[in-house]
């Protein structure tokens, strides 16, 4: 893993441990590398009683960034404690194909590292556009 692979894992990690997530009890974390600069900005699952509001770590560390005024992420690494590490679900690929070009790559880890890489558009091969 690179340097700054690394960084961002441990930035997933850092997150994921902040999920909240009394429901499910699976915890999630996720990391943006932000392009030309240092910062990686990650998510967390964050669950509700009422379950449609839940917002996963992957949704929560795009809309974080781009809350902070970054929208030119180089890569996601999204860590969950399961093996195989988990796949982001399809609200928050078709969130990602909003930003993100079709060969934007998506890392899958665990709590030892990243496992599986993929493309986005193998994840997400038909994303829906407005335009
Ligand atoms: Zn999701």
């Avoid at 998510?43 to 974080?64: D, I, K, L, M, Q």
């Avoid at 890392?107 to 997400?124: F, I, K, T």
Wanted: net charge negative; hydrophobic share 40%; charged share 20%.
């Amino acid at each position: 893993m690179s340097p700054e692979m690394h960084k961002t894992w441990e930035a997933a990690c850092l997150s994921r441990q902040r999920s909240y997530s009394p429901y499910s009890h699976f915890a999630v974390g996720a990391a943006l590398k932000i392009r030309n600069s240092d910062l990686s900005i990650g998510g967390c699952n964050v669950e509700n009683a009422s379950y449609g509001g839940t917002v996963c770590a992957e949704r929560s560390a795009v809309f974080s960034a781009v809350s902070q005024g970054y929208q030119d992420f180089e890569f996601l690494i999204v860590v969950t404690d399961a093996e195989p590490p988990a796949v982001p679900c399809a609200f928050c690929l078709g969130v990602l194909a909003e930003f993100c070009p079709p060969d934007f790559p998506v890392h899958l880890a665990n709590l030892a590292g990243v496992e599986r890489s993929y493309r986005l558009d193998e994840l997400l091969p038909h994303p829906f556009k407005l335009l």
